[in-house]
């Protein structure tokens, strides 16, 4: 399938097609393309949801066609995938022409969940009403702030309680509850003083990335990740010198407008708000508003 932000165009291969009949489409393809290839099978990496939450609010930048790859109900090469051999030969011609950073492998199933084979027509259809919706372009910015359909969870202890929530063991379930309430931060926030809040995925060291920045002062960086506070697992940032203390987001299935941060060992909090300031706004005055998507 082809869609190119402006309207929706199917294209129907076969397997006998093989890797090189993606030729003749990809000769065409603009570079400025993304792919986001739904997996019939359950690997590490985040879930189409997961990438619509992180793109909430934001637009994708620098992309003019996106292409999602779908199987059957037997996968890519209609035989169940068993070597997954045809499945990656499709995949490199795609990385072949725009790169390995733009093509996004995306799991149909939550990891908790059971493994289920989706007919192509109901996920077509699906995806098609999640495009006239815009969820799709979401997905395409959450993966660019991903930068790869990524974000691991910090090292946490051997339990993580989040309020009004089951405890979840470490393990597979327990990176899920770590990541969580990071999760919802990816993306750009601003405080009330015009400072800006760059929030991106570090691998290397399973924790999140901030950029800080504000006109006439020198760009900062620190980090969010996952730290002990009076014995219970939090989101902490700068060094542990804050906790995140938003209910909303704690809570929330949705992306909140604004984070709370408390400060450690002192009386002072402040706020993160998910849209800029807007100018020209009287002192004591409302600062912020709603962005209309």
């Known amino acids: 399938m082809r869609e190119n932000l402006q309207g929706l165009r199917w294209e129907k291969g076969g397997a006998a097609e093989g890797p090189q009949g993606l030729q003749g489409l990809l000769a065409q393809a603009p570079a400025t393309s993304v792919v986001l290839a739904f997996m019939p099978w359950k690997i590490e990496g985040a879930t189409y949801d997961e990438l619509k939450l992180a793109g909430l609010h ?39 022409k725009f790169g ?61 309680e989040l309020p009004g929530a089951k405890t979840y063991e470490v ?29 991106t995925g570090d691998d290397a060291k399973d924790c999140l990335k901030v950029r800080i920045s504000r006109t006439g002062r020198d760009t900062l960086n620190k980090t969010i990740s996952l730290g002990k506070v009076n014995g219970r697992s939090e989101v902490v940032w700068d060094g542990g ?6 209910e909303q987001l704690k809570n929330s299935p949705e992306r909140p407008e604004t984070v709370e941060w408390k400060a450690i060992g002192r009386n002072r909090t402040f706020t993160w ?21």
Request: with cysteine.
């Open 273 to 293: 708000h998910i849209t800029p300031p807007s100018s020209g706004a009287p002192k004591g005055q409302k600062r912020y508003k709603k962005v209309q998507q």
């Open 241 to 246: 010198a804050y906790v995140m203390v938003s």
């Open 171 to 199: 393990g597979e379930t327990g990176k899920d509850a770590c990541k969580r309430e990071m999760w919802f931060l990816l993306g750009t926030w601003w405080d009330t003083k015009g400072s800006k809040y760059e929030i």
């Open 100 to 160: 390995q950073h733009k093509v996004a492998r995306v799991p149909l199933c939550q990891r908790d969940d059971p493994l289920e084979k989706f007919p192509t027509a109901s996920l077509a259809a699906f995806l098609s009403i999640e495009y006239a919706r815009g969820m799709v372009d979401h997905a395409v910015a959450g993966l660019q702030v991903c930068q790869a359909s990524w974000v691991r969870p910090s090292p946490c202890a051997d339990q993580v």
């Open 58 to 96: 934001r637009t994708p930048t620098g992309v003019s066609d996106v292409f999602i790859l779908l199987g059957n109900t037997y996968g890519f090469d209609s035989e169940d995938e068993v070597d997954k051999s045809f499945f990656e030969g499709v995949l490199a011609k795609f990385a072949e």
